[in-house]
């Protein structure tokens, strides 16, 4: 009985000794975590990633310097030649709003769909994506003005991400 016991706590040890710890990666806490949620970037063409990257890795340290009360509040733009986001930060970092416009960006299927099913012989020539994000607000708002031409006439039509005429 005795030998049991040893031999029970001789394995018991031994599989504490053979144990692998596996190491965790960073993990980044964010005030602008609900930005983040809100405008899904993983669905986002690249020159969108782009700008909202940045706008994401801005370090505000270096301008909350520049303002005296914990109450204020602060502009950002970050612009290509693509698009551009202006930003609104407080001074703990954190994005209170953001209007963001974009030119050419690849459409949505529901958008796409509704242009061919509504203007069958027009073509997309241009467009527009603008976003607007409230950290109040449960969801952003977006619009898409797009140009389309047929042989002789180009209109400018407003869809909602859905593929909704507005």
């Known amino acids: 009985m005795k030998t049991l016991l040893k031999l029970l706590i001789y394995f018991a040890f031994l599989g504490n000794l053979n144990s692998q710890t596996v190491a965790l990666p960073e993990t980044l806490i964010s005030v602008n975590t609900n930005y983040f949620k809100s405008t ?40 290509t030649s693509e698009g551009k986001i202006i930003a609104w930060f407080n001074k703990q970092g954190k ?38 994000y409230h950290s109040e607000a449960a969801k952003v708002k977006e619009e898409y003005k797009i140009k389309i031409k047929n042989q002789e006439e180009i209109i400018t039509v407003k869809m909602n991400a859905e593929g909704n005429f507005i």
């Open 40 to 79: 899904n970037i993983e669905n986002a063409c690249n020159n969108v990633k782009q700008l909202e990257q940045a706008l994401l890795n801005f370090k505000h340290s270096n301008i909350e310097k520049l303002y005296e009360t914990k109450n204020d509040i602060y502009r950002v733009s970050f612009e």
């Open 95 to 132: 994005i209170i709003r953001t209007y963001e416009k974009y030119n050419n960006v690849r459409l949505p299927e529901p958008i796409i769909q509704a242009v061919i099913n509504n203007y069958p012989n027009y073509n997309i020539i241009e467009d527009i994506y603008v976003l607007r």
